[in-house]
């Protein structure tokens, strides 16, 4: 079985910093694109940044400059390095991933969340 686990959340004074970690485990052939997506109360569920396997990386506007998507293929693991942070950031970030299990089976799996909260 597949699961992803993250850590890392906190609260956090604006202009501060925080790094997620987001671990994939169980019976895996391969880890494909990963990703952070957030929640802020009220809202839907947005896109913060990719990286494929290679390393090619994507950001939403609003966290270019601020925000660093990084990865361990050997640990199967995605980070988050979040700088200058501000109280918008404040939301449930999410992992998720492109995972092919050990039985060649393809889907794609989300974390149960960790929650970033930004004080102004």
């Known amino acids: 079985q597949v699961q992803l686990v993250e850590s890392g959340g906190g609260l956090v004074q604006a202009g501060g910093s925080l790094r997620l970690a987001c671990a994939a485990s169980g019976s895996i052939f391969s880890v494909n694109a990963m990703g952070w997506y957030r929640q802020a109360v009220g809202k839907t569920r947005e896109l913060v940044a990719t990286?494929?396997?290679?390393?090619?990386?994507n950001y939403q506007d609003s966290v270019k400059d601020r925000f660093t998507i990084s990865r361990d293929n050997a640990k199967n693991t995605v980070y988050l390095q979040m700088n200058t942070l501000k109280p918008e950031d404040t939301a449930v970030y999410y992992c998720n991933a492109a995972i092919v299990d050990a039985g060649y089976y393809g889907m794609n799996y989300w974390g149960k969340g960790t929650l970033v909260t930004v004080s102004s």
């Open positions: 990286i494929t396997s290679g390393g090619s990386t």
